[in-house]
């Protein structure tokens, strides 16, 4: 059972390059997130997917893009790559809780690291 | 105020016990995790505690809450070197819509000295 799996796992841009992470998780979850992780900052929400076919942002959206064709797969592009985008990448999936109030806990990928010279 | 808090650093000696703690943000928050970070990793889940709960142990591992201060702690007993990780609290603000709104803190460090 593979989880979350996040490809590619490093990759260097140059500034104005798009790009797209896949992130695909085999757990039959409804939601999907994607994070970056920056020094001091936690873990900052991009956009997320409460279920195949839907995408809303989430705390920090501007220059990003994503889809979510397939249940599970959540894609997050960059349109024009900017050094403010080098960071690590996490995504996530998780499911509702049966019967009652609140979720399951956020099952995570190993992350993508990126580098935008 | 928004931000889940939680100090930067945290350095113990091999066996004896760490506290990481965490001020979270809602006190209406459902549920409230702890979640390790390894170097070049993402983050696994640890423990949670649900907010009908002052106290959670899971063999090393103690969660506190105090709901009344919004304060969440982490104890770590018999502390070893691969306790030695990044460390996350996170709240969960509930359903929203079906979606869960997860806040993270900004983790604490542990080293742990042999």
């Known amino acids: 059972n593979a989880g979350v799996t996040q490809t590619p796992k490093f990759r260097v841009l140059k500034t104005g390059q798009s790009m797209t992470l896949l992130c695909a998780q085999d757990m039959n979850h409804e939601y999907m997130y994607w994070y970056r992780q920056d020094p001091g900052m936690g873990l900052r929400l991009i956009h997320y997917s409460v279920g195949e076919g839907t995408t809303a942002k989430g705390e920090v959206p501007d220059g990003y893009n994503v889809s979510r064709l397939k249940k599970q797969n959540f894609l997050l592009g960059l349109e024009s790559a900017a050094p403010s985008q080098t960071s690590v990448y996490f995504c996530a999936s998780s499911d509702q809780r049966r019967g009652g109030w609140g979720n399951q806990p956020q099952h995570f990928g190993d992350g993508t690291r990126l580098s935008i010279l | 105020g928004e931000d889940v808090e939680q100090s930067l650093f945290l350095s113990v000696r091999e066996g004896d016990s760490s506290v990481i703690n965490c001020t979270y943000t809602d006190s209406s928050s459902t549920y409230l995790y702890w979640y390790k970070q390894e170097p070049g990793a993402g983050l696994q889940l640890l423990t949670y505690?649900?907010?009908?709960?002052d106290m959670k142990q899971d063999q090393r591992l103690t969660v506190l809450l105090n709901k009344k201060d919004k304060h969440l702690s982490l104890r770590i007993a018999d502390t070893q070197t691969g306790d030695s990780a990044i460390y996350f609290c996170?709240?969960?603000?509930?359903?929203?819509?079906?979606?869960?709104?997860?806040?993270f803190g900004t983790g604490t460090k542990l080293q742990v000295i042999p």
């Open positions: 996170a709240e969960n603000r509930g359903n929203s819509g079906g979606y869960q709104k997860v806040t």
């Open positions: 505690i649900f907010s009908n709960m």
